[in-house]
């Protein structure tokens, strides 16, 4: 009876330790408002295969989270193996020429194309131009995308 009672205690007090530890919740980001987003004030960061800038990513009214990032890939660069995303992707080619790869289906996309990719496809992009390729790439997270 007595490691009854004393195991009965102990489910208390671990009831009550959430209650005394500091707010540990992290606050969930600001949905995404209208805006106008300035080409000439973004920022780039070269990466191994041309540069990318990160431009927006959180929620909205709609989405869980929706993502933009712009990307340049050198000549003769690609974007790495056939890969997955869980969500869907919008690619829009500002300049360049991009030949892309969807499982192994092949295609030329020049610029000003645009590329859907949805959900969990095999995917890649290899830049076969003599100038570097410039690409938005947009995402959609909803409700359905797989959690990370």
């Not at 041309?50 to 927006?56: K, N």
């Not at 990307?71 to 080619?93: M, Y």
């Not at 496809?121 to 997270?141: D, H, L, S």
Request: charged letters at 15%; proline letters at 9%.
């Amino acid at each position: 009876m007595k490691s009854l009672a004393c195991l009965a205690a102990f489910v208390v007090l671990a009831s009550m330790l959430p209650a005394q530890t500091p707010g540990t919740a992290a606050t969930p980001p600001a949905k995404m408002l209208s805006q106008v987003i300035d080409w000439q004030k973004l920022v780039f960061t070269p990466t191994k295969t041309g540069q990318r800038c990160a431009v927006f990513e959180a929620p909205t009214p709609t989405l869980d989270k929706f993502h933009c990032h712009i990307s340049t890939l050198n000549p003769g660069e690609n974007t790495g193996p056939l890969h997955r995303h869980p969500q869907e992707e919008l690619v829009i080619i500002k300049e360049g020429t991009l030949e892309i790869n969807i499982d192994g289906r092949i295609q030329v996309a020049p610029a000003g194309s645009m590329i859907f990719y949805a959900a969990n496809e095999n995917e890649n992009m290899r830049n076969i131009g003599k100038t570097p390729a410039t690409y938005y790439v947009i995402q959609f997270y909803t409700a359905l995308t797989p959690k990370e």
